[in-house]
């Protein structure tokens, strides 16, 4: 889902104009990134938190010239599920949803023959 989609759906959904809902979006977005560059955490109890993390400086390889290079210490940002939306995409999501009160025909469903997971063995 992009931004655009995000907005066309929140205004669809509240009834509301495209041009309110964006300025609303980009507000949230931008104090979502003000509290992460004073250092904050960001908790959206039911949906996850938002906080910095630091990466350490470490040794990589360029992949090309396969030499040693140093990759420098850095800040990102990390998004931590919350056990409600955890739960939400692990179990079964038709009960869930029918007890949040979204309507399922709009909610994207797992394409068929995408139930790998992550760390699974492919077999050529």
Same mark, same amino acid.
């Given at each position: ?27 949230? =977005?931008?104090?979502?990134? !003000?509290?992460? @560059? #004073?250092?904050?955490? *960001? ?7 938002? +906080? ?36 939400? =995409?692990?179990?079964?999501? !038709?009960?869930? @949803? #029918?007890?949040?009160? *979204? ?7 797992? +394409? ?13």
């Amino acid at each position: 889902m992009t931004k655009n989609n995000l907005i066309d759906h929140i205004a669809e959904a509240t009834q509301s104009a495209k041009k309110d809902t964006e300025q609303i979006i980009d507000a949230v =977005l931008a104090s979502i990134t !003000e509290a992460l @560059l #004073k250092g904050e955490k *960001v908790d959206l109890r039911g949906f996850g938190s938002f +906080q910095v993390s630091g990466k350490k400086e470490r040794q990589g390889r360029n992949p090309r010239t396969g030499e040693t290079m140093t990759i420098a210490a850095r800040k990102v940002a990390v998004f931590k599920p919350s056990k409600e939306l955890s739960g939400r =995409l692990n179990g079964t999501p !038709e009960e869930s @949803l #029918k007890n949040s009160g *979204v309507n399922t025909d709009t909610v994207a469903q797992p +394409q068929q023959g995408s139930e790998k997971v992550h760390g699974d063995k492919i077999d050529v």
